[in-house]
C-alpha cells in the first residue's frame, strides 16, 4: 500500500501509484464538495441554464478568440519592448521602463477601464474587441518583455564575444544566436502566459465584451441561477487552461538541454 | 607574418591595460604572448582581433594598417579565426552546425558546401564521431578543437589563441596543444597567449614577454627563454617552471 502513495526522489513514479494516488486525490475532493453543496439549501435549475448553451458556447469562443489574438499582439509589443529596454538610445529605454512598470505596477481592471473609456474614447477608437485585445496585450506584453529580456541577457557574454569573432553582424547575432536560444528558454513561461491571458480576458466583461463570463454573468442576470450560471464557467476556463499548462509541462521537458 | 604597433595604448576604468606599445615584429610565423595575469597580453591580442579598440596609436599587419571604424573592424575579424578560452560554441547548434553557421552567413557558402567542408575537417581532425553532438555532449577539449575548426574552417589569413587550454584538464590540455602544433606544422600563422611556457617555447618561433601593459621583452623564443634579460622576465620564467 505504502508503494501505492509514495515516491522515492529520483525513481520514475509507477503507473500504478500515479492512478491510484489521483484517484484518492479525486475521491477526497468529491467528498469535500458534495459535503458542501449538500448542506447547501438551493433549488437547481438546470433546465434554464441548459436553454442558453448557445450563449455560453459564444462566449467561450470569443475567449478563445480574444486570447489568441491577444498572445500574438502581445507577444510582438513584448519583443519591441525588450529590444527597446536595451536601446543604446535612452529616451527610448525608459519609455520601456515607464511601460513595463506602470503595467505591472497596476491592476488590469483599472487598465482596462482607462484605455477604453479615456484613451480610445480620446482617439476614436470604438471597437470594445479592438479595445479589448489591445488592453490585454499591452497588459500581457509587460511580463512577456521582462521574459523576453531575462531570455536575451542569459546569453553568456561569451557567446556574443564568439558571435563578434566569427564575424556575424548585430542583427545576425539576435537571429542566429540570440532568438533561437530564447525562444526554446521562453516556450515554457509563455504557455504559463498564454493561461493567464485566457482568464484575464473575463475582465473585460465590465466594458461589455461580449466573452464567456460576461454571457455567464447575462444568463444569471435572465434565470437568477447563479451556481448553474457560474459552475460552467468554471469548467470551460478549465477546458482551455488545463490543456495549455500540461502543454506547457511537456514542451519544458522537451527544451531542456543543458548549456 | 609581420606585425607592428605604434604607441598602442588601452585603458579599462583607472587601469591602465596597455601603455604606449611600440615595438616591430619582423616576419614571424607562430608568435606566443605570455606574461603574468592582468599584464596586458589578453587586450593585446583582442587589438590584434579586432574585437578591442586601443585608445591611442595603432598597429600594423603585414605592413597595413588596422582602421578602427566598427565596419573595418567587422571586415578584419571576418578573415581571422580567434580562439577563446572556453565556451567557443553556440549550445543551441550542433559541433557541425557551429562550423557550418559562419561559412553560410559571413562567408557566402551554400548550405552543401559548408557541411561538406566542415565534414571533411572534422573527418580529418578525428572529430567525425562528434559532429552532430551539442557542445554540453563535448568534453572541453573536444568543444576547442571544434572551436578550432571553426576558426580554421574559412581560410583564415592567421589564427589568435587567447589561453585556449586555461580551462582543461593536463589530458585535454595536451589534446588541445597538439591540435594547435599540427597547425603550426601545416605552416598556418598564429598568435598564442598562453600559460603554457613549455609549449610556447616549443612551437613559437617569436615571443613577446607583456607584463604592468608594456612589452617588457621580445625576441626570438629560442633566445627569449634560454637568455631572459629583462628581471621581470627572469622572475616569471623562475616562477611559472618551479613546479
Redesign the interface.
Known amino acids: 500500500m505504502k508503494r501505492l502513495v509514495t515516491h522515492t526522489d529520483g525513481q520514475p513514479v509507477a503507473v500504478a501509484a500515479r492512478v491510484v494516488s489521483w484517484l484518492l486525490v479525486a475521491l477526497l475532493t468529491a467528498a469535500l464538495f458534495s459535503f458542501a453543496f449538500s448542506q447547501l439549501q438551493y433549488g437547481w435549475n438546470w433546465d434554464a441554464i441548459w436553454q442558453y448553451r448557445q450563449k455560453f458556447l459564444q462566449g467561450w469562443l470569443m475567449t478563445v478568440i480574444i486570447s489568441a489574438a491577444a498572445l500574438v499582439v502581445s507577444l510582438v509589443i513584448g519583443l519591441l519592448t525588450a529590444l527597446a529596454r536595451r536601446s543604446s538610445f535612452l529616451p527610448l529605454r525608459y519609455l520601456a521602463v515607464l511601460y513595463v512598470e506602470t503595467i505591472r505596477g497596476t491592476p488590469l481592471l483599472v487598465q482596462i477601464l482607462i484605455l477604453f473609456y479615456v484613451v480610445a474614447n480620446a482617439i476614436g477608437i470604438e471597437n470594445r474587441y479592438v479595445v479589448g485585445v489591445i488592453t490585454l496585450s499591452l497588459f500581457a506584453g509587460a511580463y512577456l518583455a521582462e521574459m523576453i529580456r531575462s531570455g536575451i541577457e542569459s546569453i553568456r557574454d561569451s557567446q556574443l564575444e564568439s558571435a563578434r569573432a566569427i564575424g556575424l553582424t548585430r542583427s545576425q547575432t539576435y537571429r542566429y544566436v540570440i532568438f533561437p536560444q530564447v525562444v526554446r528558454q521562453l516556450i515554457p513561461p509563455l504557455t504559463g502566459q498564454f493561461a493567464s491571458i485566457i482568464k484575464d480576458s473575463s475582465l473585460l466583461s465590465i466594458i461589455a465584451v461580449s466573452e464567456f463570463t460576461l454571457n455567464a454573468q447575462e444568463v444569471n442576470a435572465f434565470t437568477y441561477s447563479t451556481l448553474e450560471s457560474y459552475l460552467p464557467l468554471a469548467v470551460g476556463y478549465l477546458l482551455l487552461t488545463l490543456p495549455v499548462s500540461l502543454m506547457s509541462r511537456a514542451l519544458e521537458r522537451k527544451f531542456h538541454y543543458a548549456t | 607574418m609581420r606585425l607592428e604597433f605604434c604607441g598602442l595604448g588601452k585603458q579599462f576604468g583607472e587601469q591602465q591595460a596597455l601603455r604606449d606599445v611600440t615595438l616591430t615584429i619582423p616576419e614571424f610565423q607562430s608568435l606566443a604572448i605570455i606574461g603574468p595575469s592582468g599584464g596586458g597580453k589578453t587586450t593585446l591580442l583582442r587589438i590584434i582581433?579586432g574585437?578591442e579598440i586601443q585608445e591611442k596609436g595603432y598597429l600594423c599587419i603585414n605592413g597595413q594598417r588596422l582602421e578602427v571604424d566598427e565596419e573595418a573592424l567587422?571586415a578584419h575579424?571576418?578573415t581571422i579565426g580567434?580562439v577563446?578560452q572556453?565556451?567557443?560554441?553556440?549550445?543551441?547548434l550542433t559541433a557541425l552546425e557551429n562550423v557550418v553557421?559562419?561559412l553560410v552567413?559571413?562567408h557566402g557558402f551554400s548550405e552543401r558546401e559548408a557541411r561538406d567542408t566542415a565534414g571533411a575537417l572534422f573527418a580529418r581532425f578525428q572529430l567525425a564521431g562528434h559532429a552532430h553532438r551539442?557542445p554540453?555532449e563535448l568534453s572541453g577539449g573536444q568543444q576547442q578543437r571544434v572551436a578550432i575548426v571553426?576558426a580554421i574552417a574559412?581560410k583564415p589569413r592567421f589564427l589568435l589563441f587567447d589561453e585556449p587550454t586555461s580551462a582543461l584538464d593536463p589530458e585535454m590540455t595536451a589534446e588541445v596543444l597538439d591540435f594547435i602544433a599540427e597547425l603550426r606544422g601545416e605552416g598556418r600563422d598564429l598568435i598564442i597567449v598562453t600559460h603554457n611556457m613549455g609549449f610556447a617555447r616549443e612551437v613559437s618561433d617569436h615571443c613577446l614577454f607583456i607584463a604592468a601593459g608594456e612589452v617588457q621583452e621580445a625576441g626570438q623564443s629560442s633566445d627569449l627563454f634560454r637568455k631572459p634579460h629583462n628581471p621581470l622576465l627572469v622572475n616569471f620564467l623562475a616562477k611559472v617552471l618551479r613546479y
Not at chain 2, 565556451?87 to 543551441?92: A, D, G, M, S
Request: net charge positive; charged share 25%; no cysteine.
Open positions: 582581433a574585437l567587422l575579424r571576418r580567434t577563446f572556453a565556451y567557443n560554441l553556440f549550445p543551441h553557421l559562419p552567413k559571413v551539442r554540453a571553426r574559412i
